[in-house]
């Protein structure tokens, strides 16, 4: 079993930047794929970042501006967003895939989930 829990979310101005933490217990994390996914009401969950070993993967909407990392020392992968833009505001959550998926992309592909972290963008 798998806990992961979200930290970092806040109020950001545009251009701002901030940092989110996915904080896990349980000692096979670190070799689960991790991603960041995000969602605003009425809409579903949309892919944000995934990191898998050394590899990582981003969605269009935030490629060069967001980065994701993992420290497997301290059990947490952050994600590091950049030149934020209000369309970034969502609710973000982490998960976790212990089932090594080929398709990171998907939100279904995931079997651990944190509770989410407001994330606000004011222009």
């Known amino acids: 079993q798998v806990q992961l829990v979200e930290s970092g979310g806040g109020l950001v101005q545009a251009g701002g930047s901030l940092r989110l933490s996915c904080a896990a217990s349980?000692?096979?994390?670190?070799?689960?794929?991790t991603g960041w996914f995000r969602q605003v009401p009425g809409k579903e969950r949309e892919f944000v970042a995934a990191?898998?070993?050394?590899?990582?993967y981003f969605a269009d909407s935030v490629k060069g501006r967001f980065t994701i990392s993992r420290d497997n020392a301290k059990n947490t992968v952050d994600l590091l967003m950049n030149s934020m833009k209000p369309e970034d505001t969502a609710v973000y959550y982490c998960?976790?895939?212990?089932?090594?998926?080929?398709?990171?992309?998907?939100?279904?592909?995931?079997?651990?989930w944190g509770q989410g972290t407001q994330v606000t963008v004011s222009s």
């Open positions: 998960a976790a895939d212990s089932n090594y998926s080929i398709n990171l992309y998907y939100a279904y592909e995931y079997d651990y």
């Open positions: 990191i898998r070993r050394t590899a990582t």
């Open positions: 349980g000692h096979t994390f670190s070799r689960y794929a």
